[in-house]
Nanobody
Framework: QVQLVESGGGLVQAGGSLRLSCAAS????????MGWFRQNPGKEREFVAL????????KYADSVKGRFTISRDNAKNTVYLQMNSLKPEDTADYYC??????????????????????WGQGTQVTVSS
C-alpha cells in the first residue's frame, strides 16, 4: 500500500496559478501510474492528468490541456500538478492516486478511477471569478 499526502490547494483568482504536490510513501514502485482527479459535491470524480512513474509519459483531460502540467520528482517520491490560467470551473477537491501500471493496457485505461488503488485525502482548490 502507498500513502499519499496532497498539499498546495487554496483560493486563487481566475487567471492565477497553483501548484499541487502529492508525496508518496510506503510500498512505492517504478511500475506505478500516478493520477490527479477532481470532484465537486454531488458529481463524479473526474480525471485531470496522469504520469507513468517510469518514463514520464503523461496524459491530460481535454479541459486542462495546455494549462496544467503534471511532473514527478523521483528523489522526493513526489508528483506535482502545476495549474496555470485557472478558471472558476477548475474549482474542486483535487485527489492524488496511485495504481499499478500495466503497459499493455494502454495509457487511456488509466483515466478511470477504478484503476487506482491508493488515494490521498484531497486538497481543495477554489478559483474566484
Amino acid at each position: 500500500q502507498v500513502q499519499l499526502v496532497e498539499s498546495g490547494g487554496g483560493l486563487v483568482q481566475a487567471g492565477g496559478s497553483l501548484r499541487l504536490s502529492c508525496a508518496a510513501s510506503g510500498r512505492t514502485s517504478s511500475n506505478y501510474v500516478m493520477g490527479w482527479f477532481r470532484q465537486n459535491p454531488g458529481k463524479e470524480r473526474e480525471f485531470v492528468a496522469l504520469i507513468i512513474w517510469s518514463g514520464g509519459t503523461t496524459k491530460y483531460a481535454d479541459s486542462v490541456k495546455g494549462r496544467f502540467t503534471i511532473s514527478r520528482d523521483n528523489a522526493k517520491n513526489t508528483v506535482y500538478l502545476q495549474m496555470n490560467s485557472l478558471k472558476p470551473e477548475d474549482t474542486a477537491d483535487y485527489y492524488c492516486a496511485a495504481g499499478d501500471y500495466l503497459y499493455y493496457r494502454g495509457i487511456a485505461y488509466y483515466t478511470n478511477t477504478a484503476q487506482y488503488r491508493d488515494w490521498g485525502q484531497g486538497t481543495q482548490v477554489t478559483v474566484s471569478s
